[in-house]
């Protein structure tokens, strides 16, 4: 579920050592499945282990996951980095944002994971995201903007330049995109 490399194992349990004796670690996802997805480690002190925590048995000590969180950290890296100014810790966590989706996925389905996972990444930086609306018979992809990008001065270029060459690209089957969104200049528009 987690893979934890030697070297981080070891500067893990360095830290441990200095701490009171029964501690362990905790992972964590803030904001699962959304953009603002952050994944993190913490000390877990004997008295914050929990009856429905997930224990991952390691070497040199325990990581523990709360039930809920799981499914966001499998396949999840812990690693470490040594530089002239120190160390770092690097947490990787692939299902952090969004779980993978299947091969076999509905169109619907891989266009939304899309957008979740390459567009509204970007579009956050301005406040803004797209969502897929509805996929029409005649294969053309309904999309609606929110937040910063409704009444944004640089929406069509965004949508022609930007998304609707990344769908047609990835998706062949999609023959054309229309945007639903009624824009509105306003404060919550960026630009």
């Known amino acids: ?63 523990f996951l709360e039930k809920e969180s799981s499914i966001y950290l499998d396949n999840a890296k ?20 969004m ?18 996972s390459e567009i509204n990444t970007k579009l956050l930086a301005h406040g803004g995201r797209v969502s897929l609306i509805d996929v029409t018979q005649d294969m053309i992809a309904i999309l609606k903007f929110e937040g910063g990008c ?9 949508l022609e330049n930007e998304i609707k060459k990344k769908i047609l690209t990835t998706f062949p089957q999609i023959k054309g995109i229309r945007d639903s969104t009624q824009h509105n200049r306003g404060s919550h528009s960026y630009l």
């Open 78 to 97: 812990i690693d470490i980095t040594f530089n002239k100014f120190g160390s770092e810790i690097i947490l990787k966590a692939p299902n952090a944002k």
């Open 1 to 63: 579920m987690i893979h934890i490399t030697d070297p981080a194992q070891e500067y893990l349990a360095s830290l441990l050592a200095k701490q009171k004796s029964g501690t362990q670690i905790r992972m964590f996802v803030n904001n699962p499945c959304t953009i603002e997805a952050e994944c993190g480690i913490a000390y877990c002190f004997p008295d914050e282990i929990n009856n429905n925590d997930i224990e991952l048995k390691f070497k040199y000590f325990s990581i």
């Open 150 to 158: 409704n009444g944004c001065s640089m929406i069509e270029f965004t």
């Open 99 to 116: 779980k993978d989706i299947s091969p076999d996925a509905s169109l619907k389905e891989k266009i939304e994971y899309m957008l979740h």
